[in-house]
């Protein structure tokens, strides 16, 4: 089945800092997403990125399909921007399920 | 609009009890889906179901059934709970599959 690899698993910033998180995939995808999840274990949802380019305020995704990858981009970031951050694909063998990778620990001091 | 709601929040519950998760949405998604997420990583797919009257197994399903006589609700039983199926359990939904997931608030189940 498809595999879904994140880098780094950690990464601690200062606040006001920029990052690039990234998810690598093994196989063609029809569905990606990138999910924060914060410190008390709520899922939200942050981009459905199968392919192209999405902004939203000071988050950014690009997902390469072709290369399959995907990159999530935080600028300025702040306190509030800590927890997990996972990628999730489907694929046409996966029965409509997401395939989650292992997640970016997030930390952003003050 | 509430989107997803999961109950309880959480429970404990004595080895070899049964015990239903509940799941309601209200977006008049086709397609439901239960996941677990063990401390530490990913979650993974239990069951799903593409439309109402319809099921199927996921990645971890041993242990879990599931039902879906309408729309809106999903619930998933453990039969008799074992110490492994100790996990935060989430319900998603989606308007058909391949489109994105949306997730509820989680079920933090203890399984002593």
């Known amino acids: 089945g498809i595999q879904v690899e994140q880098s780094p698993p950690d990464l601690i910033l200062q606040e006001g800092a920029n990052s690039t998180l990234r998810c690598n995939f093994s196989d063609s995808v029809n569905n990606l997403q990138w999910f924060h999840q914060n410190p008390w274990g709520q899922l939200i949802n942050l981009f459905y990125?199968?392919?192209?380019?999405k902004q939203n305020g000071r988050l950014s995704a690009t997902t390469v399909a072709t290369e399959r990858y995907s990159l999530l981009y935080i600028s300025s970031s702040q306190t509030t921007d800590s927890g997990v951050y996972f990628c999730a694909v489907s694929g046409a063998d996966s029965n409509y399920q997401l395939i989650w990778g292992a997640g970016t620990k997030l930390i952003i001091k003050p | 609009i509430a989107g997803i709601t999961q109950a309880p929040t959480s429970q404990i519950l004595a080895a070899g009890r049964r015990m239903t998760l509940r799941c309601t949405q209200d977006?008049?998604?086709?397609?439901m889906y239960w996941y677990r997420q063990d401390l530490g990583l990913g979650l993974r797919l239990i069951h799903y179901?593409?439309?109402?009257?319809?099921?199927g197994k996921g990645e971890v399903p041993d242990g879990y059934s599931v039902s879906r006589a309408n729309t809106d609700d999903f619930p998933l039983t453990l039969a008799s709970a074992v110490p492994s199926q100790t996990s935060v359990y989430f319900c998603?939904?989606?308007?058909?599959?391949?489109?994105?997931?949306?997730f509820g608030p989680g079920t933090r189940l203890t399984v002593l």
């Open positions: 977006m008049r998604h086709n397609a």
């Open positions: 179901s593409n439309t109402a009257g319809t099921t």
């Open positions: 990125i199968p392919s192209g380019t």
């Open positions: 998603a939904s989606s308007p058909s599959g391949y489109n994105e997931q949306f």
